[in-house]
């Protein structure tokens, strides 16, 4: 299972990180591809559960919503939002009307799958549209990666104490400080590479950007076990090898890219 996790990360990270250099629409599309697959895995996950989320809304909407974010940043946002919930609202009007005994829960779910990876997963895409977004992208991910690395080989070597019996048993808090540890001392370090370069960046931002990402985005990680535990599944799908599917991916890069471009902005 490691060497399988290692190869399959040995070929994602340099591919993201390729993209990434690219930016423009490149990465906006390699971004908006991989939100449309989480959004087929979410709509997957909560149909085996018995709900009924609609896959074109679902699909189709997350799509719409990173298009329109690599395109006009915020600026239409809000408008795409509206439109999308007053057409999902239409649509389970509809299947009520036909039959349908949970439309009320399941437009709730539609919703809920367009705002966590429609609305939130486009911060991947805003945090590289930033002055110095490369520089930025790579500093808040290569972090959280890194903390997901030291969180997975410290818990499994020393880990006793889990965080959440339910959620996610085997994490533990000795994974966690490990993770943090590793997230903070790569901010650091990237940031001093990258303020070799570019004066704008200094050290002391990679130390808080990787000590916020490996602190809070482990919320990601638990927000996506939420939805796997409910239905009893080990991994959102089995796209890649040893590491499951795109939300298993995504979930802690989706999180280290909102609380990363907000805390940019103080900086």
């Not at 990173?66 to 239409?90: C, H, M, P």
């Not at 795109?246 to 940019?264: N, P, Q, W």
Request: glycine share 12%; aromatic share 12%.
């Amino acid at each position: 299972m490691l060497a399988k996790r290692l190869l399959v990360a040995g070929v994602l990270l340099p591919t993201g990180i390729l993209f990434l250099s690219l930016g423009g629409w490149a990465y906006n599309l390699l971004v908006t591809a991989c939100l449309g697959v989480a959004a087929w895995e979410f709509w997957r996950m909560f149909t085996r559960g018995g709900y009924q989320p609609d896959l074109r809304l679902l699909v189709g909407g997350v799509i719409v919503i990173a298009l329109a974010r690599s395109t006009w940043g915020f600026a239409r946002q809000d408008e795409i939002l509206a439109a999308l919930v007053v057409i999902s609202l239409g649509v389970y009007i509809i299947r009520y009307e036909l039959g349908s005994p949970s439309a009320a829960t399941d437009f709730g779910v539609t919703a809920g799958g367009l705002l966590y990876l429609g609305w939130l997963g486009s911060y991947l895409i805003s945090i590289r549209q930033l002055p110095n977004g490369f520089e930025w992208a790579i500093l808040a991910l290569l972090a959280v990666s890194a903390a997901d690395v030291g969180a997975f080989f410290v818990g499994s070597g020393l880990g006793k104490h889990p965080m959440t019996a339910r959620i996610s048993p085997h994490k533990t808090w000795e994974g966690y400080v490990g993770g943090v540890l590793a997230g903070v001392l790569s901010g650091l370090l990237l940031a001093w590479l990258i303020s070799l370069r570019i004066p704008a960046i200094q050290p002391v931002h990679g130390l808080l950007v990787g000590l916020v990402v490996s602190v809070l985005s482990p919320l990601g990680d638990f927000a996506e076990s939420l939805f796997k535990r409910q239905f009893d599944l080990k991994d959102s799908s089995h796209i890649f090898p040893g590491h499951g599917g795109m939300m298993d991916r995504l979930d802690t890069l989706i999180y280290a890219s909102v609380f990363s471009f907000y805390l940019i902005q103080v900086f």
